[in-house]
């Protein structure tokens, strides 16, 4: 069944097909290569439980280079300066909690990808359903108005109905 209703596809459809197929397959290999972590060997503790505690504080930083990626997917040399700083809290005895806190210190609250909610934040926080809320009030409000604004349909009077009847006489001339 297959094979007949291929044989009816003009030839550059079943090329294009495949060709399609070629690009979707490139855009997976990208981006799995793109996903891969830039964690150096170098730079992973011999403690299993300590390198798990590393990716998971890494995976919430910011690169300050690259600013949409975490430090654990950079590969920028600022990026393995933070996992270097961030191992050596972890191994010098340090919570999550405190090494989180000492990178924000040194770097400054910029540097966690999800901020925390407090009045510095709000406007990230609260300004995007704002907009989106007053965006559908100016709609609504714009609609309404519209409607109440329409031309009735109401027909024509006689000497209504007269002139437009002299109107497109004289244009027709």
Not at 48 to 57: C, K, N, Q, T
Not at 81 to 87: K, N, Q, S, T, W
Not at 137 to 157: E, H, K, M, Q
Request: net charge positive; charged share 25%.
């Amino acid at each position: 069944m297959r094979a007949a209703v291929r044989a009816r596809l003009p030839r550059a459809w079943r090329a294009r097909g495949w060709l399609l197929g070629v690009c979707l397959l490139g855009g997976v290999l990208l981006l799995s290569a793109v996903a891969a972590h830039a964690v150096e060997p170098s730079e992973r503790l011999a403690n299993p439980v300590l390198e798990a505690r590393a990716r998971s504080i890494s995976a919430g930083l910011r690169c300050l280079v690259c600013q949409n990626e975490s430090i654990d997917e950079s590969g920028a040399s600022l990026a393995h300066d933070i996992r270097i700083f961030v191992r050596q809290r972890l191994t010098a005895g340090d919570t999550n909690a405190q090494v989180i806190q000492s990178v924000v210190n040194r770097y400054g609250a910029f540097v966690l990808l999800k901020p925390p909610v407090e009045p510095a934040t709000y406007v990230l926080w609260y300004g995007p359903p704002a907009l989106v809320l007053f965006g559908l009030a100016g709609s609504l409000l714009w609609l309404r108005r519209r409607r109440a604004t329409s031309v009735d349909d109401a027909p024509l009077s006689p000497d209504e109905a007269r002139r437009l009847d002299g109107l497109m006489r004289e244009r027709d001339v």
